[in-house]
């Protein structure tokens, strides 16, 4: 577990270590022992890029069911197509989800209970829908949180939060569910904003200011929420005998639209040319998230892992990163409460 790896965590967020297993560590082929045969399995964002290349992967593991979870149903819909060419047996769904909208998050839930077989039971999950932007942008909707701020943590939470009681198995002989989000290198070296102990100041509140933004250390910083509030469910909401849950580092990866779709065209080049050096392919960066998700176990649990559990970013094993892990677990109760969060983990233990 990365609750063990305290002493690695340091050297492991390094730029040589890093650069080191880009390089020079392949993604291990999945066991060919895994077989989805009779599962329903969801991806969200898997219209294109790494989300796109996990549904396939599920799809070699004979997933009957697969749920793609996107934004534009048009968009969805073609790379559905694709899919279903290449796997004319499983059942594959395309349904909307915009993690922009905590309704729509809530509406993909609601469908999920109503649609899906064996009591809407959803057995494996990859929130993958992510994004990174130069600019500060305001989400339409709620507390018009900045657009990477919510999109990439607080609708990831709350997806993961509704999701929960779909991936507890009814009976033993079903399995715990198994639910992966998705991190970045980025959250390593990130660093939050204290906002002391003013309660009129909020840890959410201090990483949504327009002043002084800069999107990349935005991005890492919204990955690090994600990996702080996934270390925190797992020790305290959902045991690993229920559902497994980890944060997956899929590392630099070339071919995506990440970076493609926003920013000036000399930030895009940069990044497009280091990703080509650096990154790896799609469909080996999503082999990572298959083997977080099928391959690694409840020693996975709350951890952040590629295709082994790693140590979490250093400031999450310090007394600072332990009391803004709590003040951020509160704070996210609270700007989730009209979708009653706190209920459905109490519901969840029982
Ligand atoms: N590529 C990398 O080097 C890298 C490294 C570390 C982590 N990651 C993470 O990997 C994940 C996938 O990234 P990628 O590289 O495959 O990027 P990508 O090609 O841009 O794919 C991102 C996916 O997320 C979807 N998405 C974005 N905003 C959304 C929203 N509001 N609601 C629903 N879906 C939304 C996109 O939908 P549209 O197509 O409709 O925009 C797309 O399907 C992200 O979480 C990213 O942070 C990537």
Redesign the pocket.
């Known amino acids: 577990m990365s609750a063990n790896l305290e002493k690695e965590a340091v050297s492991m967020a390094s730029f040589a270590h890093g650069f080191r297993r880009q390089m020079f560590n392949g993604v291990p082929p999945i066991p060919e022992a895994i077989d989805l045969a009779g599962k329903t399995v969801l991806v969200?964002?898997?219209?294109?890029?790494?989300?796109l290349e996990c549904a396939r992967h599920f799809l070699r593991l004979r997933a009957s069911r697969l749920v793609m979870?996107?934004?534009?149903l048009a968009?969805g819909e073609a790379a559905a197509a694709g899919l279903r060419d290449e796997f004319p047996g499983a059942d594959i769904k395309v349904w909307e989800?915009?993690?922009?909208s905590f309704r729509s998050v809530q509406a993909f839930v609601a469908r999920c209970e109503r649609e899906l077989p064996r009591g809407g039971r959803v057995d494996a999950a990859v929130l993958?829908?992510?994004?990174?932007m130069f600019g500060f942008e305001r989400v339409a909707e709620g507390r018009r949180r900045e657009t990477m701020l919510q999109?990439?943590y607080l609708a990831t939470a709350l997806l993961a939060i509704l999701l929960l009681p779909r991936m507890k198995p009814a009976t033993p002989s079903e399995g715990p569910g198994r639910l992966t989000l998705?991190?970045?290198?980025?959250a390593l070296t990130a660093a939050l904003p204290d906002p002391g102990e003013d309660e009129g100041t909020g840890l959410l509140d201090s990483v949504d200011r327009a002043e002084g933004f800069a999107g990349f250390a935005q991005?890492g910083v919204t990955?690090l929420l994600l990996t702080m509030f996934v270390a925190r469910l797992a020790s305290e909401s959902v045991g690993a005998g229920d559902v497994v849950v980890n944060v997956a580092?899929?590392?630099?990866?070339w071919g995506?639209?990440?970076v493609?779709?926003t920013g000036p065209l000399a930030a895009r080049l940069f990044t497009g040319v280091m990703?080509r050096v650096l990154?790896r392919s799609?469909a080996d960066?999503a082999r990572i998230y298959v083997h977080s998700n099928q391959v690694l176990g409840r020693e996975s649990h709350g951890s952040y892992t590629e295709w082994l559990v790693r140590a979490w970013p250093p400031m999450m094993y310090t007394e600072e990163g332990r009391r803004l892990g709590e003040r951020l677990w509160d704070e996210t109760m609270r700007e989730l409460s009209f979708a009653k969060v706190e209920e459905v983990l109490e519901d969840l233990k029982r």
């Open positions: 969200t964002g898997s219209n294109i890029g790494l989300g979870a996107v934004r534009s968009k989800l915009d993690m922009a993958n829908a992510g994004l990174g999109v990439n998705i991190g970045s290198d980025a991005y990955k580092n899929p590392g630099p990866t995506t639209e990440l493609a779709k990703f990154g799609p960066a």
